[in-house]
């Protein structure tokens, strides 16, 4: 044995939990969600990348997966998700300046949580991960890891405002993939994560990947599950002439939503997906109408319809 792996290993003598200290102590732990209640933006903002690689996920293969904080008899349960029924990953955060693994045998430390969530269960393919808000202290937990928890992973992950949180990146990738533009601004993907947050919340920190999703949504944010040939397929020929005659006027499909500008300026799309009712009738509007200038009622009629996200 290795004098770093003999130093990683001594003072952390960790002995597993049973019997009723164990149901009282997962009892009085799980008590925690009330804190869910009284909202915890750490927790939900480091939730938001989770909860959209599963909407991603359920939006380009069609499978339903669940989402829970502060899930029962759960040593590490602030943030939960079964992949399958042989796979799931649990993650702890702590938005604190100092932290340490501990002995292993102090009721409520990080030691002591997560090699009881490991002895408790054997044989699971569970992945498990500290979560900590400075770069500083998860370089230290990660270098100070006791050898028993070395399959544990430490992240970081910064307490910040939403917006800057996407601008930094750490939410920009997993927003950005189920936006209905391939190019989102970060206005959009706040407005997602903020529809995110929402449904979260109202489902108590307990929830199923299509209650994610709008409910008869407008305007609706989230690209549609159908390939994108599908979308532009929906698009009139009648239509696309009548289009593409208007000076200065340019469009696309993109992830199921129309999107337009005029002169390069003025940006806009759609508040419903290629395949509603809604886009039916705008269709058919401009067929009927035949505009052959962006100015005047082809603008008041996108201006009716679109928004500037």
Not at 41 to 60: K, N, P, Q, S
Not at 153 to 170: A, M, Y
Not at 245 to 263: N, T
Not at 264 to 281: P, V
Request: hydrophobic share 35%; with cysteine; net charge positive.
């Amino acid at each position: 044995m290795s004098q770093q792996r003999k130093k990683k290993t001594k003072g952390f003598n960790p002995k597993p939990i049973v019997g009723s200290d164990k149901d009282e102590y997962l009892l009085n732990k799980n008590k925690g969600g009330d804190n869910f209640e009284k909202g915890r933006d750490y927790e939900i903002h480091f939730a938001v990348g989770r909860l959209a690689e599963l909407v991603d996920i359920y939006l380009t293969k069609g499978k339903e997966l669940k989402a829970q904080s502060q899930k029962p008899g759960f040593f590490v349960d602030d943030l939960v998700i079964d992949y399958s029924t042989k796979k799931r990953k649990a993650w702890q955060l702590k938005d604190v300046a100092k932290l340490s693994w501990g002995s292993g045998t102090r009721k409520g430390t990080i030691g002591f949580d997560f090699y009881n969530q490991i002895h408790n269960n054997p044989g699971k393919k569970e992945e498990l991960a500290l979560v900590v808000s400075s770069k500083r202290l998860c370089e230290k937990l990660e270098k100070d890891k006791p050898t028993v928890l070395q399959s544990c992973e430490v992240e970081f992950f910064p307490n910040s405002t939403l917006l800057d949180l996407i601008r930094e990146g750490h939410l920009f990738s997993p927003l950005s993939k189920i936006a209905r533009s391939s190019s989102p601004s970060h206005a959009l993907l706040k407005e997602i994560a903020n529809l995110l947050i929402a449904r979260w919340r109202e489902q108590n920190g307990q929830i199923k990947t299509s209650e994610l999703l709008p409910i008869n949504g407008y305007p609706n944010l989230l690209r549609t599950a159908h390939p994108e040939a599908k979308a532009k397929g929906i698009l009139q020929q009648q239509v696309k002439t009548i289009l593409d005659a208007i000076p200065g006027f340019k469009y696309e499909i993109d992830r199921g939503f129309f999107h337009c500008s005029y002169l390069e300026t003025t940006r806009q799309t759609l508040g419903f997906d290629c395949f509603s009712q809604k886009f039916k009738t705008v269709q058919d509007w401009i067929v009927e109408n035949k505009p052959t200038v962006f100015e005047g009622p082809f603008e008041r009629m996108l201006n009716t319809w679109s928004d500037d996200l």
